[in-house]
């Protein structure tokens, strides 16, 4: 297997943990929602801070094993 192959495999692997990450701590009490009549405006601010440590700590793995 080419090593394009074997990054599209770890690239399709992190996007499914990102989504079930997403979909299991969707709404955290960091998270900002504001509705106001028709529109309503969701901001997952503690999500995206969670999501991107735990990237960080994995790339970071990644790259000593390098």
Do not use: E
């Amino acid at each position: 297997m080419t090593s394009f192959g074997k990054l599209l495999i770890v690239i399709g692997v992190v996007l499914i943990i990102v989504g079930l990450l997403s979909n299991v701590i969707g709404k955290l009490p960091g998270d900002f929602s504001f509705k106001k009549g028709n529109v309503s405006i969701y901001f997952p601010f503690m999500t995206s801070i969670i999501i991107s440590i735990v990237l960080s700590i994995i790339l970071y793995i990644i790259s000593r094993f390098r």
